[in-house]
């Protein structure tokens, strides 16, 4: 009897290690919302079909097949807002590292970029200290121009006294969110997104859901400080990390806007 051999070239191990990193990512992004019992479900569906399939049962198999030709229209639907967040990493995270029109079109561009971190860092810890709310955001990539048309259109200098009296109780400013794009103040008083992950804690407000909503739908990094509590958090790619100190913050701030903007004030 003949035996047979399953030969494996090295493409195949390419692929499966491709395929595994894919639907880690997946599973990253959809881990703690009700979309992943969706995912799991289809999944499920999906072995069935290939089980009856390789059994030779044509009618259930006909049925399941499609199912499954018009569930991939349902996928996008239900998916739409974890699509739209891979995408945004996929492009964020290794496209634009290494393709940028603007390094291709304009060499000098970059060199006038200056977000002002001391001056975002320091509004920051003022407003902590007198338990002004605020929620900053910080642009990479995208300008976020739709957002920034819900709200008032500044084009301002940022500075730490400008912030500081945006976000106060009395001003017509204070609701919703800023948008900071280089060095200026693009846009005040912007609606944000609000993310549906049902393991936010309870004790976060608006505000710290609106600042995971903008960083899950788009590569935007947010600043929030509670109200309540004075506390300074940031949202970055779906994640929060709170109760930090104004060094921390500039630290943080340093970390990922260093290479992109120069010259920090």
């Given at each position: ?54 059994l030779n049962m044509e009618l259930l198999s006909s049925i399941l097949g499609q199912v499954i030709g018009v569930g991939m229209i349902a996928l996008i639907i239900v998916f739409q807002v974890e699509l739209r967040r891979f ?179």
């Amino acid at each position: 009897m003949a035996l047979l051999f399953i030969t494996l070239r090295f493409l195949d191990i390419i692929d499966i290690m491709l395929v595994a990193y894919l639907m880690y990512q997946l599973y990253m992004l959809i881990r703690g919302t009700v979309a992943l019992n969706i995912f799991i479900a289809i999944f499920l569906i999906y072995l069935l079909w290939l089980t009856v399939k390789a059994l030779n049962m044509e009618l259930l198999s006909s049925i399941l097949g499609q199912v499954i030709g018009v569930g991939m229209i349902a996928l996008i639907i239900v998916f739409q807002v974890e699509l739209r967040r891979f995408l945004v990493f996929v492009g964020t995270r290794y496209l634009a590292r290494t393709i940028s029109l603007n390094k291709a079109f304009s060499l000098n561009l970059q060199e006038k970029r200056s977000l002002k971190i001391k001056s975002i860092a320091n509004a920051c810890k003022r407003m902590a200290e007198s338990n002004t709310g605020a929620l900053i955001i910080i642009t990479r990539k995208s300008t976020l121009e739709v957002f920034a048309q819900t709200g008032e259109i500044i084009n301002a200098i940022t500075s730490t006294r400008l912030l500081e009296s945006m976000f106060f109780k009395n001003s017509p400013l204070h609701d919703g969110a800023v948008i900071i794009v280089d060095d200026r103040i693009y846009a005040a008083r912007c609606i944000l997104p609000m993310s549906d992950n049902p393991n936010v804690p309870s004790n976060y407000g608006m505000r710290h859901r609106a600042a995971l909503g903008i960083s899950e739908h788009t590569d935007a990094f947010a600043i929030i400080v509670s109200e309540e509590t004075g506390e300074i958090a940031v949202a970055d790619n779906g994640s929060l990390s709170n109760n930090l100190t104004k060094e921390e913050l500039m630290q943080t701030l340093e970390k990922e806007f260093l290479n992109t903007y120069m010259r920090p004030q």
